[in-house]
């Protein structure tokens, strides 16, 4: 279930997840994802790390296109 919330520690491991354990960690804590904290673990969905994706890749063409 990709809007199950598990361990940013094990969401990298998987093949599809284009980002590292850091980079992750750090979408969580400036809340630019949707996660939360228990004891020293961040924990968040598939679903909320793909949609930063998208979203950020929108912004990156729209911007782009502004440019031009």
Do not use: F
Not at 4 to 20: D, N, R, T
């Amino acid at each position: 279930n990709d809007k199950e919330y598990i361990e940013i520690s094990s969401l990298v491991k998987e093949p599809s997840m284009p980002y590292g354990q850091e980079y992750i960690s750090l979408l969580a804590r400036t809340g630019k994802i949707d996660a939360y904290k228990e004891g020293r673990n961040w924990l968040t969905t598939k679903d909320a790390v793909l949609d930063y994706i998208e979203n950020r890749d929108r912004k990156r063409v729209l911007k782009k296109e502004a440019e031009d």
